[in-house]
């Protein structure tokens, strides 16, 4: 053991140094001027606010959720904010061939993409697991297989630009949490495939940069609709969770933590005490308020 720690810990420095002198110190709202970006999910919550922020920054846009009527709304403030310009495409994730569309649309509006920003999600249930199979699997339909098909129709347009694959998952999808099986699921998913891409990327010297962002709880209307009853937590603003992605995706970060030293704390955690870890997960939740 003493003989590996004399090995890996200078090449620990080493690459802690290669990083922080390649990487982009400092986030510039230049860096996302005239960009041409997806964001899925964006009629509320943090996509929603990613939308505004990207807006302020004189972005082009391609928006895309299910309601129409609320997206439409959202492109009128983007173009009021200073957009480049602001397009949206409603439809269903759950149709398998939707995230084709929204990707061809980008291709006739643009000609080519700079940044995708895969957020949206599929409803589901916070409780006890119910046992219902089917229901994980359109989960996995909306928030895994989803991500996969869009990034897949994407990257020809992403290698042409070296842009930038934005992710945005959950703690859920580094730990286990309970109530929360069917969502957890899909999110360890995602931490798998695009972990894994962004290794392929770098043998095959493919410069599209993957990040994928851990978030704990923000105050969506949907989230604190969902768990506020059962979460001792105060959730975090989305205005600013959507601020911190745009960040860590023009800075090409490998993953973002937000709020940071919560999630940072509670990963750290996960490696060296995952039982203390999982006691204190239970100990946040008023369980006496979830209902089977």
């Known amino acids: 053991m003493g003989v590996l720690l004399k090995i890996f810990i200078p090449l620990l420095g080493l690459a802690l140094a290669f990083y922080f ?19 899925t999910g964006a009629s509320s ?18 928006l895309t959720a299910r309601t129409e009527a609320k997206l439409q709304k959202v492109v009128e403030q983007c173009l009021k904010l200073g957009a480049a310009s602001a397009h949206y495409v409603s439809g269903s994730m759950e149709d398998t061939v939707f995230p084709e569309v929204v990707v061809k649309e980008a291709e006739n509006t643009w000609g080519g993409l700079d940044m995708l920003i895969l957020n949206h999600i599929g409803y589901t249930y ?24 869009m990034t897949t129709s994407a990257l020809p347009m992403l290698k ?19 109530f929360s099986a069917p969502y957890s699921a899909t999110k360890f998913a995602l931490d798998g495939f695009f972990s894994s891409l962004r290794q392929e990327f770098i043998i095959d010297k493919v410069n599209i940069s993957v990040t994928l962002c851990i978030l704990g709880y923000i105050d969506t209307e949907n989230a604190v609709r969902v768990v506020s009853h059962a979460m001792r937590d105060t959730p975090a603003p989305k205005e600013e969770c959507a601020l911190e992605i745009i960040k860590s995706g023009a800075l090409r970060r490998r993953e973002l933590h937000y709020p940071s030293q919560a999630v940072g704390s509670l990963l750290l955690l996960r490696d060296i005490a995952p039982d203390f870890l999982d006691s204190l997960i239970r100990s946040n939740y008023k369980v006496e308020n979830i209902r089977r």
Do not use: C, W
């Open 126 to 149: 916070f409780n006890y697991f119910n046992g219902d199979v089917g229901h994980i699997r359109k989960l996995l339909e909306i928030n895994f297989l989803s991500y996969v098909a």
């Open 45 to 62: 919550g943090i996509g929603e606010q990613m939308a505004y922020h990207l807006a302020r920054m004189e972005a082009h846009l391609l």
């Open 21 to 39: 002198y390649s990487a982009p110190k400092n986030f510039s709202e230049e860096m996302l001027r005239g960009k041409r970006v997806i964001v």
């Open 160 to 178: 042409e630009s070296e842009g930038s694959i934005v992710v945005v998952s959950s703690m859920a999808g580094k730990t286990g949490t309970p």
